[in-house]
C-alpha cells in the first residue's frame, strides 16, 4: 500500500507555515495504516522517512518493522551537537527559501542538488521537474516540519519497533551524518549503506533498496510469528 503525503497526489493540504507539525502528516499515515487491517512494515523515503519516524513514535498505529531511507533529521543533529553539519542544512534551506520568495520559480533545483549532486536536477525529464518546480510550496512546509521536529531521547530509547536505516554511499555528508544520529538514539536500529547510491536511490538503485528491505520485512515476519504475534500471509 502506498500513499501520498500532504499536498501531493490527491492528498489534501492542511499545513500552513504558522503550522507545520508534522503529526499533520502522521494522521494520514495513520489512517492509512488503519485501513490495512493489521500490522505493517513501513517504509519512508526522504521526508516520508522522518514521518514514518513520527508515526512509530507517535504510537497509534500497528508497525511490524520500520524502514528509514536518508530522512531529513536536521533536529537529530543538533541533539548531538553536531552543529557543523546541521548548518550545511541550514544554509541549504535559508538560500532556497530566499530564492523562491525572491521570484525564483526554479530554486527547488538547488535543493534537489544538494541531495543528488551539482547537474541531478537538470538531468531529471522535464514532467519531473515540473512535478518539483510545481510542488516547492509543499516542500517548504516539509522542511519548516523537519525542523520542529525534535523528540526526547525518552521517546526514542522506548520506541520497540525493529528499525532499519539506508543510506548511499555517495550521499552528502550531513545527510548520512543525520541518519547516523538517528540510529544512534533508537535501540537495536540497524543501518546498511548502498554502494555507489545518492539520495535519490529508489530511484537509481531499486533493486538494492527492495532487496534490503525484501530481507528485513521476512526476518521480522519471522521473528513475530515464533512470538505468535504476527501470521506470515502468502507470497
Request: charged share 20%; net charge neutral.
Amino acid at each position: 500500500m502506498t500513499t501520498s503525503l500532504l499536498g501531493y497526489g490527491e492528498t489534501d493540504e492542511r499545513r500552513t507555515m504558522a503550522d507545520a507539525s508534522i503529526d499533520h502528516e502522521c494522521h494520514v499515515v495513520e489512517q492509512v495504516i488503519k485501513r490495512a487491517g493489521g500490522r505493517v512494515h513501513l517504509v519512508g523515503h526522504s521526508f516520508g522517512g522522518l514521518v514514518a519516524l513520527a508515526v512509530a513514535l507517535r504510537g497509534h498505529a500497528a508497525l511490524a518493522s520500520l524502514t528509514i531511507l536518508e530522512a531529513p533529521a536536521v533536529g537529530f543533529l543538533r541533539g548531538e551537537g553536531d552543529e557543523n553539519h546541521y548548518r550545511d542544512f541550514i544554509n541549504l534551506t535559508d538560500s532556497y527559501f530566499r530564492s523562491y520568495r525572491n521570484g525564483n520559480r526554479e530554486a527547488i533545483a538547488a535543493m534537489i542538488d544538494f541531495y543528488g549532486g551539482p547537474g541531478t536536477f537538470d538531468s531529471w525529464p522535464h514532467r519531473v521537474q515540473s512535478h518539483a518546480i510545481e510542488t516547492t510550496e509543499v516542500n517548504m512546509l516539509d522542511w519548516t516540519g523537519a525542523y520542529a521536529f525534535t523528540p526526547s531521547n525518552a521517546a526514542l530509547l522506548a520506541l520497540a519497533v525493529h528499525t532499519e536505516i539506508i543510506v548511499g554511499a555517495m550521499s552528502r555528508r550531513a545527510v548520512q551524518r543525520a541518519n547516523e544520529a538517528v540510529m544512534h538514539r533508537i535501540p537495536g536500529a540497524v543501518m546498511w549503506e548502498i554502494e555507489g547510491a545518492a539520495h535519490f536511490m529508489i530511484a537509481t538503485h531499486p533493486k538494492q533498496v527492495a532487496k534490503i528491505i525484501s530481507a528485513r520485512v521476512d526476518d521480522a515476519d519471522r521473528r513475530a510469528a515464533t512470538n505468535g504475534k504476527l501470521k506470515i500471509s502468502q507470497r
